[in-house]
């Protein structure tokens, strides 16, 4: 990633996102919940889980760079 798209990340960020994952409003915990409510229909837990898929599998193209440095 180019220096010029990195987002600088500020102690202010860091508050806002230690607030959101105590209220439990970050997008993970809400999708979280959705998967986990057996009342919600399928589909909803079923786009639930599809969204949360990039949270818990991030893509690996970001760490070829590091993978070529260790092999070799």
Same mark, same amino acid.
């Given at each position: 990633?180019?220096?010029?798209? &990195?987002?600088?990340?500020?102690? +202010?960020?860091?508050?806002?996102?230690?607030?959101?994952? @105590? *209220? =439990?409003? /970050?997008?993970?915990? !809400?999708?979280?919940?959705? $998967? &986990? /409510?057996?009342? +919600? %229909?399928?589909?909803?837990?079923? *786009?639930?889980?599809? /969204?949360?898929? %990039?949270?818990?599998? %991030?893509? $690996? /193209? =970001?760490? =070829? %760079? $590091?993978?070529?440095? !260790?092999? @070799?």
């Amino acid at each position: 990633m180019s220096s010029k798209n &990195r987002i600088k990340i500020t102690e +202010a960020h860091h508050a806002m996102f230690a607030e959101m994952l @105590k *209220e =439990g409003t /970050d997008p993970i915990s !809400f999708l979280c919940s959705v $998967l &986990r /409510d057996e009342s +919600a %229909p399928v589909w909803a837990r079923k *786009e639930a889980a599809r /969204d949360l898929k %990039p949270y818990y599998h %991030p893509r $690996l /193209d =970001g760490i =070829g %760079p $590091l993978l070529n440095r !260790f092999s @070799k």
